[in-house]
Antibody, heavy 118, light 107 residues
Framework: QVQLQESGPGLVKPSETLSLTCTVS????????WSWIRQPPGKGLEWIGY???????KYNPSLKSRVTTSVDTSKNQFSLNLNSVTAADTAVYHC????????????WGQGTLVTVDS | EIVLTQSPDFQSVTPKEKVTITCRAS??????LHWYQQKPDQSPKLLIN???QSFSGVPSRFSGSGSGTDFTLTINSLEAEDAATYYC?????????FGGGTKVEIK
């Protein structure tokens, strides 16, 4: 059974960089697209972007100027960096796997709350 | 960007009742529409992919239909464990987008 687990600081100061890692267990990171999706408290879901195991990426234009992602296949991990954060970036951040036949997310991490506050 | 509009925002339903949730896309997305269930303090779980295909292990009371711009998620004979927020999601074009969610409460 594939499992995803997000990790990283739960508190980030305004203007700093939010950094999270997603560790994949029970399956290989290879041959899949891996996404980050966030959810402000009490609100809906926003797709941040994806990274393919080979390193190619695609981001939501609304966040593109502030987002970078990376993948480490040797550790079965992928990561998110979001710079210049503000309170509006406070959210639960989920990592998720896009299914092999494309389009939908078949496995999700439990999510991790990141609060932006001084 | 494709906007997905769900209705209703909230529904209070008696057990064994039928629930219908709709999702309307701002432009045609074919069958590239998926449904998720999210319970409090949990991550979303896939119910239906490509408008009408039930994901593995999903109870048969959940079904999906539609194509183009109008889609429906139906829960036949609602059970107490179905209390959750339901989201639609389109994968027709980037950026990937989600509907605003429909919260289903059990009376």
């Amino acid at each position: 059974q594939v499992q995803l687990q997000e990790s990283g600081p739960g508190l980030v100061k305004p203007s700093e960089t939010l950094s999270l890692t997603c560790t994949v267990s029970g399956g290989s990171i290879s041959s899949y697209y891996w996404s980050w999706i966030r959810q402000p408290p009490g609100k809906g879901l926003e797709w941040i972007g994806y990274i393919y195991y080979s390193g190619s990426t695609k981001y939501n234009p609304s966040l593109k100027s502030r987002v970078t992602t990376s993948v480490d296949t040797s550790k079965n991990q992928f990561s998110l960096n979001l710079n210049s954060v503000t309170a509006a970036d406070t959210a639960v951040y989920h990592c998720a796997r896009e299914a092999r036949d494309g389009g939908y997310f078949d496995y999700w991490g439990q999510g991790t709350l990141v609060t932006v506050d001084s | 960007e494709i906007v997905l509009t769900q209705s209703p925002d909230f529904q209070s339903v008696t057990p064994k009742e039928k629930v219908t949730i709709t999702c309307r896309a701002s432009q045609s997305i074919g069958s590239n529409l998926h449904w998720y269930q999210q319970k409090p303090d949990q991550s979303p779980k896939l119910l239906i992919n490509y408008a009408s295909q039930s994901f593995s292990g999903v109870p048969s009371r959940f079904s999906g239909s539609g194509s183009g711009t109008d889609f429906t998620l139906t829960i036949n004979s609602l059970e107490a464990e179905d209390a959750a927020t339901y989201y639609c999601h389109q994968s027709r074009s980037f950026p990937l987008t989600f509907g605003g969610g429909t919260k289903v409460e059990i009376k």
